[in-house]
């Protein structure tokens, strides 16, 4: 019996393909060995990786005058890399802040590489909801790049209308919300996202980035950050993440077997839609979110009453809904209804949240 988790990451990989690594596991296609095992080097494994690539080519529908890298280092590594491979030592870059990863971004720039501008783009509405706030989002003239998180996975919050920055390369980090719905990938400079909140394992990094922007990175940037180093040698400077890339190709058949990022978008919003309407007409439960900004992977609610969290914690693991406490800058309860939730995961929490409610005389 596999559990309902609602971890926001490391996070819940398809049943499907979980079970297709574990079939292939000890020995992939009948080499007798598995592709834990492998050289990344042998052209059996190549052919998994770059197919993978491919695949993600076509379900992104990425051109071809962009890159895409499989690196390692995160979210947090690339936070590093943007700046060390785009920004010149006496340029700036702006960052539109909505949330707490956004922040850490700007942070590692502007403490470590160059200067930055920091636009505050969400704040507490009349209602006292966070609302993200496009007003702020304007570039600045001069700026190497503009910089925004598609889907903030500590605060709940999501960008669905993309701020115009003009000649500006807009580079967004995706990390929690890539293939959740489609995008149109040439309206950035550079993508970039972390694979374990709605593709695979942790440890795999993937940067999508147009071809114009390569070959400008700073003579001190490790060569394992810098963008053109890894286009040059396909992303195998050194030893990827190789079982990571190959459960990441696993994931990208299933969803070009469910029909795509247009069906996963389908069946997110139908998830989060059924969570947060009953959020909003309990009593007992709240959404600091204003409805049009919520994230529809990480819905972030609170009890009303804050003692009853252990309890409510408790309670579900009981019933084996796991991961549902909030991230710790923010407390409260968080539940990250990733790709691989089926719509049965929000029908089973919601049923759990209101059992939990009416036992506390809430509704
Ligand atoms: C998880 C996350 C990160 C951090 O990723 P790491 O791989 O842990 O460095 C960055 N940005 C967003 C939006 C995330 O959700």
Same mark, same amino acid.
């Given at each position: ?65 962009? &890159? ?11 936070? &590093? ?20 990863? !956004? ?113 400008? &990175? ?9 963008? !053109? ?18 459960? &990441? ?115």
């Amino acid at each position: 019996m596999r559990a309902w988790n609602y971890s926001a990451g490391p996070s819940m990989i398809p049943t499907e393909v979980m079970a297709k690594a574990q079939a292939e596991f000890c020995d992939f296609n009948g080499m007798g060995l598995g592709v834990v095992e492998m050289s990344h080097r042998w052209p059996e494994y190549m052919k998994v990786a770059y197919d993978a690539e491919a695949l993600l080519r076509k379900i992104m529908n990425i051109p071809e005058n962009y &890159a895409v890298l499989f690196e390692q280092g995160g979210g947090r590594g690339q936070f &590093a890399a943007i700046p060390l491979n785009l920004l010149p030592e006496d340029g700036f870059a702006d960052y539109f802040v909505t949330g707490h990863w !956004s922040s850490c971004a700007e942070k590692e720039c502007a403490e470590r590489y160059g200067k930055t501008v920091r636009h505050e783009c969400f704040h507490k509405n009349e209602d006292g909801q966070y609302v993200v706030d496009f007003s702020q989002m304007k570039v600045t003239e001069g700026a190497t790049y503009a910089y925004i998180c598609l889907n903030e996975t500590v605060n709940g919050i999501e960008v669905f209308d993309l701020p115009d920055t003009g000649d500006v390369p807009l580079i967004a980090d995706m990390s929690s919300n890539i293939l959740t719905r489609p995008i149109d990938v040439t309206k950035f400079g550079a993508i970039i996202f972390g694979a374990q909140k709605n593709i695979a394992p942790a440890g795999l990094t993937v940067t999508i980035v147009r071809r114009d922007l390569l070959g400008k &990175a700073r003579k001190y940037c490790p060569s394992i950050l810098d963008w !053109s180093v890894l286009d040059k040698y396909e992303s195998m400077y050194n030893t990827p993440n190789s079982f990571a890339w190959y459960m &990441a190709g696993l994931a990208f058949e299933w969803i070009e077997g469910l029909g795509g990022v247009q069906e996963l978008e389908r069946r997110n919003i139908a998830k989060s839609d059924m969570l947060y309407d009953y959020i909003d007409s309990s009593d007992f439960y709240k959404c600091q979110v204003a409805k049009s900004d919520r994230s529809r992977v990480n819905c972030v609610f609170n009890l009303n009453n804050e003692e009853l969290n252990q309890e409510f914690l408790a309670e579900a693991k009981k019933r084996n809904l796991l991961g549902l406490k909030g991230h710790k800058v923010l407390g409260g309860m968080r539940a990250s209804l990733y790709n691989a939730m089926p719509i049965e995961g929000a029908e089973v929490l919601v049923k759990f949240l209101k059992e939990f409610a009416q036992s506390h005389g809430g509704k």
